[in-house]
Structures are given as structure tokens and as C-alpha cells.
């Protein structure tokens, strides 16, 4: 089609840009990107693609079938707010000899999950809000031998920090003021000390990203845990958003001489870092979850939520995909780990927002995801498991009302929960999955390729090497 690169070619020239940087997402939820000089953007570039190397790509093609290409979506296009004299553009992979999308290419994933909602006449449109946790250290250091390992993470605002004469920085003398350990939410300046860090994210999502920002704020844990809100949009938007956003985090903390991280339990003995995730299902401009059910939900909400329930298990190994997730998901620290349907009770996995019941509100939160998950891979298999749940008439089960932190542990063990590990979600993702090759949305071989991945990259990695804390346990039995 003509014309493709007239928009890039026209932002690049307008703004002075000779760059444009070319970015992709590989399998486990990683930005990857390549530069081309502005003498190489044409519309060939946009309709063709340019070539790339599939087998250096984590959890992507075998050698011997490596060649891939990358076709920029030209609404993506935007001024890269971090590196002078660059426009940055996502792009889609194709495989150059069959010259179709690439199924595991998870923003085709995503393009075509939006496709099934359509084609079940269930719904015209799904709508996605996550809450993006993160924190921001001063410093970070980790290790691993044959004969040691270590992990250091600092921050000025670490309680731990209570007993020093100055500051990290040596000079300034300790002026005391620190959220505690859970005491993060949402005590103002001076304890709160990354108010201004986080303006700047939220301009800059804004400003360069075009994307919508509900609030921002300190989260509950000491040592820099923040959250920024952005407003819901569509499945793929929301997930090249999430991307967006965790670039803009990541490279705003760099700038003020921090690092971020969206590890989702990096502290021991604090509040871990999640990524609820609010979705809704809309046809014909009308929401399709509002009803005079529970918590003011339709018949059609609640299997909906009944189809998240049933496969729950195996969309954690998509949600929580690291070990380092079910540190987080642990009693205790408001941890949604029971797979049951509330209105209030934020240990539960579906929770229904109470703030409003103006219709268009009414949405489900799916709280046990963390954003070290792939958005596109994580919200494709949400709505599959939720239109599932419509299909079959999953019923949700009986509301979860008590409160967990007075529950004897005896009987919240007799409550659904969602894995306890990586190693078990991937055993039931292994056995439950045939409600994510619906549509051809999610493959046999993109399952396949995912659970070998974590396998061998996460899983085995951890399950293989001694933990310093097993020094401590068992060195002198």
C-alpha cells in the first residue's frame, strides 16, 4: 500500500530525527529493538518488514530456521523520549517464507484473541486496566558461583536505612523520615522521597506515549514501591502500553541515578509488587458486566469470572511466570492467593471494585498477576479463560466474604489456591489448555515452546543451585 511510512517519515522530519528504532517483545515479555537510518525508512520497510535473526530471540525460532522479519506498525509511531534524534515503532514478526504472522509473536497473539471476542458475538470490544506495581532502589547488586552467591538492593528510603549516621550517599546526615516495612500507603513528602520521579513518569507517558494516567502513588512497602495507574483501552493498546510503560519507569529512574524494577518480591518480609488487572468485556457501546447479581454483576460477568476460577492454575504460569512470583503470592501481605470470586476482600484472586456502580464501571479485577508477565500473552488467555467460563456457564462459587487474616490457616488451606510454584502452574498449563486454542489464538506449539522456556530458563536454574539461606538451615546437620 502506498503511503505506509508517510507518518514516520513526516514525525522524524518535523522533530529533526534521522533515527527510527524498531522495537519487538520476545516470548517471556522483553523489549527487544533494532535502528535503521532515516535513508532506510521507506514504505517497503512498513509493508515488507526488515530482517532479523529468530533464533537469537529468546523462546523464538530453531537455527536452521532463523530468518524472521519485523513489520513496523505505523500507529505506533512515536518520538522516543530518551535517545536524542530518535522515533521508536513497534513492530509485528513475520515468517518471510510462508509470509504469514508469526503464531508466536505474542502481539499477533493478542490481534487475534481480539478477533475471537468478535467472532463468538459475545462481545465487539474488551476492555483492560492494569496496576502496574514497581520499585526504585538506589542500588542493586547480585552474584552467583560455583562457591558463593549474594543479592544487595539499597534504597534511602529503606527502613533498614533508621540506624546511620548519613545518607547512601555518605555525606548528607541521616534525616530519619522512612516509610516502614508495610507503611508505604500514602504517607506525603519527606517520607514519601519519589513524588517528583513519578510526576515526571506520568508526563512523560503522556506526553510521548499518549497514554492516560488515572493516578499515581506510593505503595505499601518501604524502600521505593510505587504504582502508576493508567486508564483502560483495548486488549492490544493496553498491552503496547503496559510496554511503554514500563520503558518510561525504567529509563525515568535511570535519569535521577536509580534503577527500577518490576521483580515482583525483592524484599524479604514486605509487600511484594503485582499487576491487578481489570477487565471488562463492552457490545454495541453497552458494558456487559453489569447485572443484579453479586456485587452488582450480570449472569454473563459471573461466568465470566467462573471461567477465570476454573483456569486459574494454568494462567498463573502465564500471570506470575518467574519463581520470584510465588515469593510474592504467600499469606500474610494481602496476597491474592485464594481462586474465589469477592467484592471487597483483596485475598481473593477476582475481586469486583466496589468505588462505583455506575454500569460502565462495573469490571473484574484479576489480582494474582505481577508484571513479570508477557501483557499480551497474560491478557489473550484472561478473556479465552473468561470466555470460556460464558460458553460453559462456569459458576464462580460461593463469594469469598471472611476476612483471611483471621482465618485459622487450617481452613484457608481448605480454600482453592493458585500454585504454589512456577514448576506446578506449568503442570497445570501442561494439563489445562485447550481453552487457549480456541480461535487458533494460542497454539500448540506457542504452549509448547512457553512451558519449555520456563522449564529450563526459570525452574531448573533455581531448582539446581544451593540457596544461601540453606547454609543457614542445614550446614551444621
Known amino acids: 500500500m502506498a503511503n505506509e511510512s508517510k507518518d514516520a517519515l513526516k514525525l522524524m522530519k518535523d522533530n529533526g530525527c534521522d533515527v527510527l528504532d524498531i522495537k519487538f517483545i520476545d516470548l517471556p515479555g522483553v523489549w527487544q529493538h533494532v535502528s535503521v537510518p532515516i535513508s532506510e525508512v521507506d514504505d517497503s520497510l512498513f509493508t515488507n518488514g526488515t530482517g532479523f535473526d529468530g533464533s537469537s530471540i529468546r523462546g523464538f525460532q530453531s537455527i536452521d530456521e532463523s530468518d524472521m522479519l519485523l513489520v513496523p506498525d505505523q500507529s505506533t509511531v512515536k518520538i522516543d523520549p530518551f535517545v536524542d534524534g530518535q522515533v521508536t515503532v513497534i513492530a509485528d514478526i513475520k515468517d518471510p517464507v510462508a509470509g504469514d504472522k508469526y503464531s508466536k509473536d505474542p502481539r499477533n497473539v493478542a490481534?487475534?484473541?481480539?478477533?475471537?471476542?468478535?467472532?463468538?458475538?459475545?462481545?465487539?470490544?474488551?476492555?483492560?486496566?492494569?496496576?502496574?506495581?514497581?520499585?526504585?532502589?538506589?542500588?542493586?547488586?547480585?552474584?552467583?558461583?560455583?562457591?558463593?552467591?549474594?543479592?544487595?538492593?539499597?534504597?534511602?528510603?529503606?527502613?533498614?536505612?533508621?540506624?546511620?549516621?548519613?545518607m547512601i550517599d555518605g555525606e548528607t546526615p541521616n534525616m530519619g523520615h522512612r516509610p516502614k516495612h508495610k507503611g508505604g500507603y500514602f504517607p506525603v513528602s519527606p517520607v514519601d522521597t519519589q513524588q517528583d520521579m513519578r510526576n515526571e513518569m506520568i508526563r512523560i507517558m503522556r506526553d510521548s506515549f499518549g497514554i492516560k494516567v488515572e493516578k499515581q502513588h506510593h505503595e505499601v512497602a518501604t524502600a521505593g514501591q510505587g504504582e502508576i495507574d493508567i486508564v483502560y483501552n483495548t486488549l492490544l493498546d493496553t498491552a503496547d502500553n503496559v510496554m511503554a510503560y514500563k520503558y518510561v519507569v525504567k529509563n525515568v529512574a535511570k535519569r535521577h541515578g536509580k534503577v527500577a524494577t518490576f521483580m515482583p518480591k525483592p524484599i524479604f518480609e514486605d509487600n511484594g509488587t503485582g499487576m491487578h488487572t481489570h477487565q471488562s468485556i463492552w457490545k454495541d457501546g453497552k458494558p456487559l458486566f453489569a447485572g443484579d447479581g453479586y456485587g452488582g454483576f450480570s449472569k454473563l460477568g459471573l461466568n465470566y469470572t467462573g471461567g477465570l476460577i476454573k483456569h486459574g492454575k494454568a494462567l498463573m504460569a502465564l500471570a506470575a511466570p518467574t519463581t520470584n512470583s510465588y515469593k510474592r503470592l504467600t499469606p500474610g501481605y494481602e496476597a491474592p492467593t485464594i481462586l474465589a470470586l469477592s467484592a471487597r476482600n483483596r485475598s481473593a484472586a477476582c475481586r469486583v471494585p466496589m468505588y462505583f456502580q455506575n454500569p460502565a464501571a462495573k469490571r473484574i479485577e484479576f489480582r494474582s498477576a505481577d508484571p513479570t508477565c508477557n501483557p499480551y500473552l497474560t491478557f489473550s488467555a484472561m478473556l479465552l479463560a473468561g470466555l470460556d467460563g460464558i460458553e460453559k456457564g462456569y459458576d464462580p462459587g460461593e463469594p469469598l466474604e471472611h476476612d483471611l487474616f483471621e482465618l485459622p490457616l487450617e481452613e484457608q488451606a481448605k480454600l482453592p489456591q493458585v500454585p504454589a510454584s512456577l514448576d506446578e502452574a506449568l503442570n497445570a498449563l501442561e494439563e489445562d489448555h485447550d481453552f487457549l486454542l480456541k480461535g487458533g489464538v494460542f497454539t500448540e506449539d506457542l504452549i509448547k515452546s512457553w512451558i519449555d522456556f520456563k522449564r529450563e530458563n526459570d525452574v531448573d536454574p533455581i531448582r539446581l543451585r544451593p540457596h544461601p539461606y540453606e547454609f543457614y538451615l542445614t550446614f551444621d546437620a
Open 111 to 166: 490481534k487475534k484473541a481480539e478477533e475471537y471476542l468478535k467472532s463468538t458475538g459475545v462481545g465487539d470490544n474488551s476492555f483492560w486496566g492494569p496496576e502496574v506495581e514497581f520499585f526504585v532502589f538506589d542500588s542493586v547488586q547480585f552474584d552467583y558461583s560455583a562457591n558463593s552467591s549474594m543479592h544487595y538492593v539499597d534504597s534511602d528510603e529503606g527502613i533498614w536505612n533508621s540506624g546511620n549516621p548519613y
